[in-house]
């Protein structure tokens, strides 16, 4: 039996989503006449209260697009040290929109509104323009956590108060909403743009889409197409979405509950210095010094458990629905026995 807890982005489709594809009705979504392109499109519009959304083949094509609607070259954009933009889209902030980010030293990714006005460059032809603030709800690199909404609001009012774009990187919101018990509309009404992810939580094998009022939607087309991203009867993996939104969402709090539990096991063991504090699917823990890091994953890996190391002795584990419970209680009794 493998285990495989590098990313919620493993999973394969389900039998169900499967047969949603294979009959789902296509058409070519160049011209905009793919229906099942069209209706997840405007499903994911209406449930984030906005009046567009646009289907991406990934998260990072949606999350760029998203910077160079809100920036011109030589702009910045404010985010955390650990977000997925700056780290882990291979400088795509820089490749296409020729913009820099201000790097906010958060707890588990996430800063306030405070952090964020000390971030804003001043108005002076010596600095570059800050022009948009961008988070990411859940964070990964944070260890899956989640925002304070209250905190969200705060910035909000920056962001109005000091004419910044602001952007969500929702790869994981759906695991904020199912845990904080949130709705997509109460975040439609405070972001300018939001990019949400289907291959993750949500077990599709691919796409992710980005949502905003027309007038911004109006260019998001242009620049996917400019990326490279136009598709044509795409319809087949909306169909993916369309299933995914019905049948995943509600049952990510089981992921979270495997994660929990993982989280008390690691808690008692004696070479680990540290678990961050889990909330929803990730789990990020560091090793004693003591510990090496790829000792740890050797010995997992023997007993057929995959999962990544974070560098600085960090490892990380992230539940999923092709986790099963016959799976986790293996995992349990492993990192008991270790
Ligand atoms: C927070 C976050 N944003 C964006 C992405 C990018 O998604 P994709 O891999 O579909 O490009 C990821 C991928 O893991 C992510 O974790």
Redesign the pocket.
């Known amino acids: 039996m493998i285990i495989d807890l590098r990313s919620d982005?493993v999973t394969k489709p389900s039998t169900g989503m499967m047969d949603a594809m294979m009959s789902a009705k296509v058409g070519d979504d160049v011209f905009r006449e793919d229906p099942t392109t069209n209706e997840l499109e405007a499903r994911i519009a209406q449930m984030f209260g906005k009046s567009q959304a646009l289907f991406f083949p990934?998260?990072?094509m949606a999350?760029q697009t998203a910077l160079k609607l809100h920036t011109n070259p030589g702009d910045q954009v404010i985010c955390d040290k650990y977000a997925?933009i700056y780290n882990y889209e291979s400088g795509g902030a820089s490749f296409n929109s020729g913009i820099s980010c201000k790097l906010i030293n958060g707890e588990n990714g996430m800063f306030t509104a405070d952090q964020v006005i000390n971030a804003i460059n001043p108005d002076d032809y010596y600095y570059s323009e800050t022009s948009l603030v961008e988070i990411?709800n859940t964070t990964?690199k944070g260890g899956g956590a989640c925002w304070d909404f209250k905190e969200i609001l705060k910035i909000r009012a920056v962001c109005d108060e000091r004419q910044l774009g602001f952007h969500l990187?929702g790869?994981?919101l759906w695991n904020a909403l199912v845990v904080k018990d949130e709705t997509a509309a109460q975040y439609g009404k405070v972001f300018d743009t939001i990019s949400v992810?289907l291959?993750?939580g949500l077990g599709c094998p691919i796409g992710?889409l980005l949502v905003g009022d027309s007038e911004i939607m109006k260019k998001a087309i242009r620049i996917r197409k400019v990326l490279g991203g136009n598709m044509r009867q795409v319809g087949y993996l909306a169909a993916a979405g369309l299933y995914a939104l019905d049948h995943n969402i509600e049952r990510l709090a089981e992921d979270h509950q495997k994660a929990k539990e993982i989280e008390s096991v690691l808690k008692k063991l004696s070479f680990i210095k540290r678990v961050e504090p889990v909330e929803t699917n990730i789990v990020i823990f560091e090793l004693d010094k003591s510990y090496s890091d790829e000792v740890f994953l050797q010995k997992l890996e023997k007993k057929g458990v995959k999962i990544i190391s974070m560098g600085e002795n960090k490892l990380r584990m992230v539940t999923h629905l092709n986790y099963t419970h016959t799976m986790h209680d293996f995992l349990l009794d492993t990192l008991k026995s270790i």
């Open positions: 982005t990934s998260g990072t999350n997925h990411e990964n990187d790869a994981r992810c291959s993750k992710s």
